[in-house]
């Protein structure tokens, strides 16, 4: 269709999501559905007991209006374009489909230099457990499961969350002697000891988080009997921090 603005005449796609609905989830081809063609593509993915996150790189044409992404109990597929629809089906262990989800958002996939569209969809698994590398038919890259460590820190994410645990506390801190402050870039904390010094930590965070969100508290079931400081960020945007939770040197 067109549309009249300002006496000239512009095109306005029109996607119809009808020819999605068509596509299967069973591993049978069906007689009525349209014609798709496989897409072969980069994907990286991450694990951790309850859920796998999965990113699949979309060519740079493709809009958000333009995907659909079906979740099936043993498999996921992420269908796009006009005709011949192209999809890529990537079958998987059980998970519960209407505890899934997904969003579009743009990565840097290993090997490139240039962020590209992207699916990245969560699947929440049926049962607890790590799935083995070769998942996906041994397709794409896979990412260590977190938590990855750094320093006197350790930090874990969970779909939009990001958890954080400072360790080498001072000896004999307690709540009344901590301040933890988070704007949407930065967090800093405060630790009065008991000797009277003051130890400040001060990182610039990898991406925007929601300030208001931001919850902390002392953590003592660690094995070792280490008492840890753990921190809880919530994403303002759905990304992979796989490089760490802070950017390289000091807040600023």
């Known amino acids: 269709t067109t549309k009249k603005s300002g006496g000239t005449r512009r095109k306005r796609m029109v996607v119809d999501y009808s020819r999605f609905e068509k596509i299967s989830l069973s591993e ?9 063609k496989p897409f072969p593509t980069k994907l990286s993915w ?11 790189k979309l060519p740079e044409w493709v809009t958000r209006a333009e995907v659909s992404v079906k979740f099936g109990r043993t498999r996921l597929v992420i269908a796009f374009g006009q005709e011949p629809v ?18 579009m958002t743009r990565r840097t996939f290993k090997g490139e230099s240039e962020a590209a569209p992207s699916v990245s969809a969560v699947l929440a698994k049926a049962e607890a457990g790590l799935w083995a590398r070769d998942t ?12 990855s460590t750094e320093g006197a820190y350790t930090w874990a994410q969970e779909n939009d969350k990001i958890t954080i645990w400072f360790w080498s506390l001072p000896p004999g801190l307690a709540a009344k002697d901590v301040t933890v402050q988070c704007s949407a870039t930065a967090v ?14 001060a990182r610039d965070l990898r991406a925007p ?12 079931d660690d094995p070792s009997g280490e008492r840890r400081l753990r921190v809880e960020l919530v994403m303002r945007d759905l990304a992979d921090w796989g490089g760490g939770p802070f950017l390289p040197g000091a807040a600023s």
């Open 28 to 36: 049978e081809e069906d007689e009525g559905a349209p014609a798709v």
């Open 46 to 56: 991450r694990n951790t007991t309850t859920e796998a996150v999965v990113s699949v």
């Open 86 to 103: 192209q999809t890529v089906q990537l079958p998987h262990p059980a998970v519960e489909p209407r505890a899934c989800s997904w969003t």
């Open 136 to 147: 996906f038919g041994g397709r794409g890259i896979f990412e260590e499961a977190p938590p």
């Open 188 to 201: 800093r904390l405060r630790f009065a000891t008991p000797e009277g010094a003051l130890v400040q930590f």
């Open 209 to 220: 988080v929601l300030p208001a969100e931001m919850v902390w508290q002392f953590d003592d």
